[in-house]
């Protein structure tokens, strides 16, 4: 077999066989295919697309390029979560304690990641002395007991999505449904989890801008993970502005301890009893999604999520007393207001925008060496529809240093203001089985 070949096919059109596919990943991955010539291939289907067999022949090439976790030896069906990304989306250390609380087993493999603030385990570590350094015997001992576990990134997950993804990057073919869809589909099914619940997010905040695109990409991910065998769903929620009233570290963990409690944010309690009642209702825990729902609801009431929590929290060495002692999570020296310049209803907030402006508090890693400050980050005091008086704080910066008159000019910018009323924004767009 030649890649040549392979290119010139996909390039006229053509749809490429199994073996095709598994010739040009396994070269690429060992280095026998050069860059330039997945370039090539990456643009031919960037512009010719592939079928959904060649798009979960596609996965399963990338899954077999590494090392796959087995997680057998936890009891119960293993529902793994993955949202395509937003700012401000702390959903997973609320959802995680929520549904072990039901009983569904979350065995959650996490990463770090650059951007506008930590990932998950970032998140987790502004719990004083919270570890995600535990080996997998521990992992699997610890989800069988409390049902639930953390652990950080390990093995050799595939290299082949690793090697693509950075050349995708560098070649303009990252906007590809296909290679998005078999990229993300490729990590979940190699992080073991027998079901798989997508939250896709779409508006001006996230990866894919577009509702039409968002749905898009959620039926081939959807698709490709019911072909390999994993009961799989997506849900489309809305980005158009930030998740919650908090973007950055300590604070968005004190913010889902809040909707564990039964306080928190409408839009994130809503986004996690829609995602969790899919996963409690996969890993077979209810008869129906309003079932699932109910249980979820009781949780939150009856206070085991949160005594799920803390069980969490002090088996990896954290510290539980976070949960009843927020103040005792790290915390800036400065709050400094950001006030309204104009009177009017909030009619937009560019998620992006107060992503970026968290990330030079401090909150985020601009490039992959760069240190995180856990406590900073941003509260937002106004969402879309809240009115607004001259001289009212819109958001609260929590800084650790008293000169950042340019991040209030960014999250001033993020904000948009009309004189007509303004209805809040649908949080969950779509349900894809
Ligand atoms: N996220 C991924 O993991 N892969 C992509 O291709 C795009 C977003």
């Known amino acids: 077999m030649r890649m040549v070949d392979l290119i010139e096919k996909k390039r006229d059109g053509h749809e490429l066989t199994k073996e095709e596919i598994r010739f040009a990943i396994e070269g690429y991955t060992k280095g026998t ?41 936890i009891e119960g069906i293993k529902v793994d979560k993955h949202s395509t990304g937003g700012v401000g989306d702390k959903t997973t250390i609320a959802l995680a304690p929520l549904v072990a609380a039901v009983g569904v087993p979350v065995a959650k493999m996490s990463g770090r990641g650059l951007g506008h603030t930590g990932g998950t385990i ?13 080996d997998t015997e521990q992992f699997v001992n610890l989800v069988n007991k409390n049902k639930l576990a953390v652990v950080g990134q390990t093995g050799n997950l595939t290299p082949a999505d690793k090697k693509l993804y950075s050349l995708r990057d560098v070649t303009a073919t990252v906007n590809s449904i296909p290679l998005i869809a078999s990229s993300i589909m490729s ?28 749905k898009e990409l959620a039926e081939s991910m959807v698709a490709i993970g019911k072909s390999l065998g994993r009961d799989t769903m997506a849900i489309i929620s809305d980005m158009n502005q930030p998740l919650g009233f908090t ?22 309690r809503e986004l996690c009893l829609t995602l969790g009642s899919q996963m409690v209702y996969l890993a077979k825990q209810a008869n129906s999604i309003e079932e699932a729902r109910r249980k979820l609801e ?28 927020p103040e005792n999570l790290p915390k800036a020296k400065y709050e400094l207001e950001v006030k309204a310049e104009q009177t009017g209803v909030v009619s937009a907030i560019i998620a992006d925008k107060i992503g970026t402006a968290a990330m030079v508090l401090g909150a985020g890693r601009a490039t ?20 607004v008086q001259v001289g009212d704080s819109i958001a609260t910066l929590h800084a650790n240093d008293e000169h950042v008159e340019h991040v209030s000019k ?23 089985h």
């Open 187 to 214: 990590k979940k099914l190699a992080s073991g989890a027998d079901a798989i619940v997508l939250d896709v997010k779409t508006g001006r905040g996230a990866f894919m801008k577009e509702l039409e695109q968002s």
């Open 368 to 387: 992959k060496d760069s240190e995180i400050d856990l406590a900073v980050g941003i509260v937002l005091n106004k969402k879309i529809g809240d009115s």
């Open 410 to 432: 960014m999250v001033k910018d993020a904000y948009s203001f009309t004189d007509q009323h303004v209805a809040k924004p649908t949080l969950i767009y779509d349900v894809i």
């Open 122 to 134: 970032d998140k987790l570590e502004a719990i004083p002395g919270f570890s995600v350094e535990i």
């Open 33 to 73: 295919i050069p860059d330039y010539q997945m370039s090539a291939l990456a643009m031919a289907i960037f512009f010719q697309d592939m079928t959904t067999v060649e798009r979960a022949e596609l996965t399963t090439a990338m899954v077999e390029s590494g090392d796959q976790i087995d997680l057998s030896a």
């Open 247 to 268: 973007v950055g570290n300590a604070l968005e963990v004190k913010e889902a301890i809040e909707m564990l409690r039964g306080e928190g944010p409408d839009d994130l």
């Open 298 to 325: 009781e949780v939150i009431s009856n206070g085991k999520a949160l005594e799920v929590l803390k069980v969490f929290i002090a088996s990896q060495n954290g510290d539980p007393s976070v949960v009843d002692h």
